[in-house]
């Protein structure tokens, strides 16, 4: 038998961030899924006309007069999305937007304007934007906008909360059954894998089935896509064998 690999695992802060992730998503109550509208605007006719038409849609609703208020609201877990309704020649207006699409990058953004303005409009949409709508525009434009962004950023959380899943069940695994998943993910059998961790064929199967149970996969092939999801990888050295984060 090959004298035992050492072997490493090295894993990012990320991780430890969406086990939190997680069990917070998994944790709230179905009330707190309906969807918000964030609104930015220091004009109440404004913030009073979308409120009504958000409101019916059976949205929540909140506003704010800056975005440096809108970034200290905490970002709830449920589908958003930011409405900045500002005169796209408020260059402050353009850098708010900015600074918001990098602190709160999952959120998107739908600019409104009460002027066309070319390059304005390519700034907003440089800066984070996914829309832009120059007002007067119907109704139902921004609705099916927003329902789109509702929609993205369903998909993502739902991304989001698979991925903290997995990296809950890979945080139960042990050291062993880490590296052994590793190795039978990259497509060793078990025999190989005994011989790099230098244990038995019999060993690697046991690891090999609490690894299984503990990540839920039901065939190798789920395992396989498990471990792509997490971005696992395999990374063989002269001596030892590391199981990498990419």
């Known amino acids: 038998?090959?004298?035992?690999?050492?072997?490493?695992?090295?894993?990012?802060?990320?991780?430890?961030?969406?086990?939190?992730?997680?069990?917070?998503?998994?944790?709230?109550?179905?009330?707190?899924?309906?969807?918000?509208?964030?609104?930015?605007?220091?004009?109440?006719?404004?913030?009073?006309?979308?409120?009504?038409?958000?409101?019916?849609?059976g949205w929540q609703f909140e506003t704010f007069e800056s975005a440096r208020e809108s970034l200290a609201r905490p970002q709830p877990l449920v589908p958003g999305c930011l409405i900045p309704a500002r005169s796209p020649w408020d260059l402050n207006g353009i850098e708010e937007q900015k600074q918001i699409a990098r602190e709160r990058a999952e959120v998107p953004i739908i600019v409104i304007s009460r002027y066309e303005n070319i390059p304005i409009t390519v700034e907003a949409m440089k800066a984070g934007a996914v829309d832009f709508l120059v007002r007067p525009f119907g109704n139902e434009v921004l609705l099916v906008g927003i329902r789109e962004t509702f929609e993205r950023r369903r998909l993502a959380l739902q991304r989001e909360m698979e991925?903290?899943?997995?990296?809950?069940?890979?945080?139960?695994?042990?050291?062993?059954?880490?590296?052994?998943?590793?190795?039978?993910?990259?497509?060793?059998?078990?025999?190989?894998?005994?011989?790099?961790?230098?244990?038995?064929?019999?060993?690697?199967?046991?690891?090999?089935?609490?690894?299984?149970?503990k990540m839920k996969a039901d065939s190798l092939a789920d395992l396989v896509r498990m471990a792509a999801k997490l971005h696992l990888a395999w990374k063989p050295k002269s001596d030892p064998c590391v199981a990498l984060r990419a």
């Open 163 to 213: 991925v903290s899943r997995l990296r809950n069940c890979y945080a139960s695994l042990s050291t062993r059954e880490r590296q052994v998943m590793a190795l039978v993910v990259s497509g060793l059998l078990n025999e190989q894998v005994g011989g790099e961790l230098g244990i038995s064929e019999i060993t690697v199967k046991a690891h090999r089935g609490q690894v299984m149970q």
């Open 1 to 57: 038998m090959a004298s035992a690999a050492k072997t490493e695992i090295i894993e990012g802060n990320s991780a430890n961030i969406a086990f939190t992730f997680g069990q917070t998503l998994d944790s709230l109550p179905h009330s707190h899924s309906i969807p918000i509208v964030f609104l930015i605007t220091d004009d109440i006719s404004e913030q009073e006309s979308l409120k009504s038409l958000i409101t019916r849609q």
